[in-house]
């Protein structure tokens, strides 16, 4: 392929705590929200746990070695709020704090660069137990956890993303309760999604007083697009649109909410005031984006809030978790964000797919559908680099297969296959064509 990614593109993988680490409760840590909902039965599929996970508490300097070997330029991990602080706000964990320093010095050893997710949805649950997102001092202990993290590694860690994926936090958190806390409330998802842009507000702030490098959110983004060209499927897909795309980014580039929300809720929308407005209109250095698929609406009358519905095409690849392979809709999410925001700076923080792998034969691992997605996507992204978009970086969902939430270890997105017996990481042909990929600045893809 042209090659028209710059030599300092970054490329990556990218992974989180309570996915990979295992070891949920060791050396002081507190228990996060997910490790209370894994434990409790029906949420999780086979009611499977990240209790072991991929082991990588224990095998961190180990799996530091795999990511070079394999030539991550930067590797993308979460930090886990109850290792650092086991009740949320407070006493510092040592321990905890000591286990991500080293991690952030073995990435450094190897010249990879870190970027650090604060928050992947694990939330402690001493602070869920003081009403967690829905308290109005969460903003608070979110800056005073991210400080804590600022001052221990701010010197070594160039990239930080505040919050990854508030969307997801949310609403499968406390719309329609698939995710942890697991709550199913029409009154609560605004306010939660007001306090998570405060939060990320706040922690942007206190980094400006610290940081010298890059700070950002990491958003999910989904073109959707009418299932027909009638205006009623044209309504619903744009109502999506403001839903899915525009709730989180509209707020922190303009200061102001979709209008459409105000519909969508009724009158579970509260006014809000003018100064918090204000308060949550934060750009950040860079705009970190998750894209796996597209949405195909139909007008859904009957279907409360949204009154749309996501349809699988019939004629479409799926991956295992029945989202549409759409590569051009890469393209088109990221072209959108160069018009609607003034072209910001972009890093792809995941893209991937679930796909049923083989067992290993001799060692390998073949996912010939899985390097046939990355290829795609990556070649979608150098379209939108080609027509003038900011991209600086693609990282991989996901370096290892791992807990994949709800599903538990079914659905499979790793470059790298796990061994639940003893945790031998195997790495798939896709590894094989990243590593290509990488060596290549992008040429191999
Ligand atoms: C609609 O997909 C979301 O953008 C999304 C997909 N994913 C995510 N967000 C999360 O950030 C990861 O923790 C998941 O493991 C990963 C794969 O499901």
Redesign the pocket.
């Known amino acids: 392929m042209a090659v028209p990614f710059p030599d300092d593109f970054l490329w990556g993988a990218a992974t ?1 705590a309570y ?1 990979i680490e295992g070891a949920p409760l060791a050396d002081g840590a507190g228990p996060s929200i997910w490790h209370r909902f894994a434990h409790t039965p029906g949420r999780v599929a086979g009611n499977e746990t990240g209790d072991l996970a991929c082991d990588h508490y224990h095998r961190a300097l180990d799996d530091v070695a795999l990511m070079a070997e394999l030539g991550l330029d930067v590797y993308r991990f979460s930090l886990a709020w109850g290792r650092v602080l086991p009740e949320g706000r407070g006493a510092v964990n040592r321990r905890g704090l000591d286990f991500y320093a080293r991690l952030v010095d073995a990435l450094l050893e190897h010249d990879i660069q870190p970027m650090a997710t604060l928050y ?2 694990d939330l402690p649950v001493a602070l869920h137990e003081r009403g967690g997102w829905l308290n109005p001092d969460s903003p608070h202990w979110f800056a005073d956890y991210a400080e804590t993290l600022f001052r221990a590694l701010g010197d070594r860690v160039p990239f930080w993303i505040t919050i ?2 508030p969307w ?1 936090v949310t609403v499968p958190g406390y719309l329609d309760g698939q995710l942890a806390p697991g709550h199913r409330d029409l009154f609560e998802p605004p306010r939660v999604a007001h306090h998570l842009l405060l939060a990320h507000a706040e922690a942007v702030a206190v980094y400006r007083t610290l940081g010298r490098q890059q700070i950002g959110l990491a958003v ?1 983004l ?1 073109p959707q697009h009418p299932a027909s060209p009638s205006p009623a499927d044209l309504e619903a897909s744009r109502r999506r649109d403001a839903f899915i795309n525009r709730w989180f980014l509209d707020a922190l580039m303009f200061g102001r909410y979709p209008e459409e929300l105000a519909d969508i809720f009724g009158p579970a929308w509260p006014e809000f005031p003018a100064k918090s407005l204000e308060q949550i209109r934060c750009r950040g250095d860079f705009v970190g984006v ?4 597209r949405g195909l609406v139909r007008a859904a009358p009957d279907v409360a809030p949204l009154g749309a519905v996501r349809l699988t095409p019939s004629d479409a690849e799926l991956t295992t ?1 029945g ?1 549409e392979v759409y590569p051009k809709g890469l393209t088109e999410t990221l072209l959108w964000l160069r018009d609607r925001y003034a072209n910001p700076p972009l890093y792809i923080t ?1 893209n ?1 797919a ?1 796909f049923d792998d083989p067992p290993p034969r001799n060692g390998r691992v073949e996912d010939p559908r899985r390097v046939a997605y990355l290829r795609a996507h990556i070649r979608a992204a150098a379209k939108a680099l080609e027509q003038g978009v900011d991209l600086r970086g693609y990282c991989v ?2 370096l290892f297969d ?1 807990f ?2 709800a599903e538990g270890y079914s ?1 499979c ?1 790793g470059l790298y296959q796990v061994d639940p017996s003893d945790q031998t990481r195997r790495p798939k042909a896709s590894a094989r064509f990243y590593r290509e990929v990488m060596a290549s600045r992008g040429a191999a893809a």
């Not at 998750?290 to 698929?293: E, Q, R």
């Open positions: 989180s996915q992947h949805w990854n994926e997801v999910n989904e998750n894209y796996y698929s978790m989202w995941e991937g679930a969902w996901s791992n994949e939430w659905k997105f």
